[in-house]
C-alpha cells in the first residue's frame, strides 16, 4: 500500500451499539479528555481512541468512543476547554440520535482548580473555585490568577 491509499484508507474502529462519541478533538487531546471523564486502563469501559486522524476540517483530530455512557454536562463543560470545536455524538442502537457541539461556559465553578497557593479557593473556606473563561485562558474569580496554558493540569 503507498502513502496516499494509506491516507484513503477507511478508519477502521468498530462502532458501538449505545454510548458517546467525541469528535473532532484537538489533535493530541484524546488522552486528556480521557483524563476528564475518568477514564482509565483498569476503570473497565470500552473505549476506542483514534489520535492524529486525517481531516477534512482541520490538519488532525482525535477520536474517542466510549460503550455504554452519556457524559455529564461538567464533563462536556472540561472537555470544551481543551478541544473547543469537538463534537459529542448520543448513539442508540448504532444510530447517532444527537449530535451537538462543545460550548465554552463564560465561568467555570469547582472545574479548575487554582495554582495560586495563597488563594481562598484553596484554603478550608467551603466555596468552590470559580474561572471566568476568556478566549486566551481562564481567570480566578478570587485572586485574579490568570492560566493561559496546560489547563488539563489544574482540571479538579
Known sequence: MNQDEANDAPLLISPIRDGTVID????????NVLKIIGITGSTGEQISVATNVTSGKVNTKDVVKIADRELLKEEVDKIALI??????????????IEKKGVVIPKTLTGVIRCPNPGCISNTN??????FSVFQKGVQCSYCDWIITRDITSHLI
Open 83 to 96: 478541544a473547543p470545536h469537538a463534537t459529542i455524538n448520543i448513539i442508540r442502537e448504532f444510530r447517532v
Open 125 to 130: 473556606e467551603p466555596i468552590e473555585s470559580r
Open 24 to 31: 473532532h478533538i484537538t489533535g493530541g487531546e484524546a488522552l
